[in-house]
């Protein structure tokens, strides 16, 4: 066991962290809809990752909130283990000495019923292999970003970002702002997918602890900012204009989940949850 | 000019039966529009094929319709030509030898208003390289595949193009039936997209003429088949249930073309037209 890395003894806490942050957005959240007027809950769906030898590989909790305000909102969690398959070894650091994995993490999509609202995702998760490791991000995604009001959203979105970002290193917010406008393009459309925000991946730092504070603050920082954001705009009118235009970009949502996004299509390959990987797709989206 | 396969020649024939193939089938679908009491046209869109070195790439026209019957219905026909990218060139038959690359070719997808008539797609096209081939096919996409008007529909589409397949070579049904049940499958679903057809590429028999003539049966085929299929269930009753799972297919079909279809992926990769690439898309989807 000496040759393991430091992010074993933390995975209890990464855990323990990942579940009690979801419990308080999911708080967050229904608390939203009650103020909208709304009794909408979430409806809670655990599962468990099939192994091919029946041990156990873990698993996690989709949460889904279809509600006045949410159309349509997917919380999971999860705490998986197992084995690479072979042909994802040379892609996994860490794994092609020893295909061994422990993963456990939060995402979260939030599709708006208010097309004045922005839509919203965040992720964070600590992997381990013989090395460990930290990712996750969050970004925006204003209808129509080149408004006042979505520029003033993508403005408030990301100074709470970089304000986490800045009390544990300087240069993470630039560089993670940056990784984020890369990641989240759709080279086939030559558009960005949203307002941005930051993303970050294989974060290992001298000291895990600190990784692991810094992913924190990033979740609480997501917490403070985004139902700020909702509660500002909720109450925006609107028109079928507007909503037919937001179908639109959902649809470019899709794209990018489906063509380019790299969790999405790694989890499809190697036989996640279905339900909880697609939890992302909008509730409804248009090709006109 | 001695090394260029026979294919060279059938270039403006294949071309020409392409285009008024389409006119045929626009016509047809206008007519059935027209007997439901709507006047939709189709609108068209030509485009070019942008080339490095502002030379002629060829291009083609995207038209679609959307109707009363047809929710939306797109079909495009293309004549392109240029030179494959060195990292396409190992993928494709002859273009290693070199890379310059002639196809033409028509497409359609139907989505329709109404839940209870089938979506349809269809395809066929004709490749120059160093080495000539075609390739296509037809598949039917019912709601509800297990209900007995769903049978009664993918039987008549089947026995069509069996019909077609069989005057050519009795071997070309049944392997290309199950190339189509291989090829429109949703491997992260573990289900087919619809109830099949036929699907068949790098078709190069001994007598190019020949396999030109069986691919114009196809699309004779595919021309008297689907128009009698819509007129069959056009004016069936459904329920706002069935208009919700029609859209909840719809995203399923949404799933198969984006993360798993070549004809798209091939296209998004070489630049070719976004908006005829992703004509196939359905108008309106969900993911509840």
Redesign the interface.
Known sequence: MTDRPPHDALRPQAAAWFAALRDRLCAAFTAIEAEAGSDARFLATPWRRPTADGSDGGGGEMRLL?GRVFE?LGVNVSTVSGSFAPEFRAQIPGAAEDPRFWASGISLVAHMANPKVPAAHFNTRMLVTTQGWFGGGGDLTPMRPETAESREDASAFHAALRDACDRHDPDHYPRFKAWCDRYFFLP??GEPRGAGGIFFDHLAGPDPAADFAFVRDVGEAFLEVFPRIVRTRMAAPFTPEDREHQ?IRR?RY??FN??HDRGT?FG?KTGGN?EAI?MS????????
Chains 1, 2 share one sequence.
């Open positions: 279809r349509k086939h459309r179908l649809g899709v794209e489906l063509l299509l499809l279905i697609l797709l909008p509730p409804e989206a248009r090709w006109p």
